[in-house]
């Protein structure tokens, strides 16, 4: 199941914008409000939902200008990968957050709309 958020505007170029949210230390300021206990270097991050439990995170893939891919190490309830699409966009460049989560129907119940609302707020923290 795929859960998507709005594609937003900044003001840099494709290629700056790749490299700033291509480093996982520059991530933090975008995460929910309950995300405590956040670690992060280059390629990881490492945090805790407040009442949900502890994620670590590592990029797999970098697509330059184009897309980066972060996926769980460690145990998980449920296998994701979370994408970063990167795209030019007139004189500047947007990105859109994506979770492509495999669910069984119980999760699906459970997980949907955290998991939503879990990529629209850093889109929204992102274009703040």
């Known amino acids: 199941m795929i859960f ?3 594609w ?3 003001l840099r170029s494709d290629r700056e914008l790749f490299e700033y949210i291509g480093d996982m230390n520059n991530m933090p300021p975008i995460l929910p409000e309950q995300v405590v206990n956040i670690s992060s270097d280059a390629d990881n991050l490492s945090f805790t939902i407040q009442g949900m439990g502890s994620i670590a995170l590592r990029v797999f893939n970098r697509k330059p200008n184009e897309l ?9 309830p449920f296998q994701f990968v ?10 500047a460049s947007e990105c859109c957050f994506e979770i ?4 069984n129907p119980l999760m699906q119940m459970m997980a949907s709309r955290p998991l939503q609302n879990l990529v629209n707020m850093m889109a929204e923290r992102f274009n703040n």
């Open 68 to 76: 980066i891919q972060l996926s769980p190490v460690g145990k998980t």
């Open 4 to 6: 998507s958020s709005k």
């Open 8 to 10: 937003v505007k900044d």
């Open 100 to 103: 492509d989560a495999q669910l």
């Open 82 to 91: 979370l994408n970063i699409y990167i795209r030019n966009y007139e004189s």
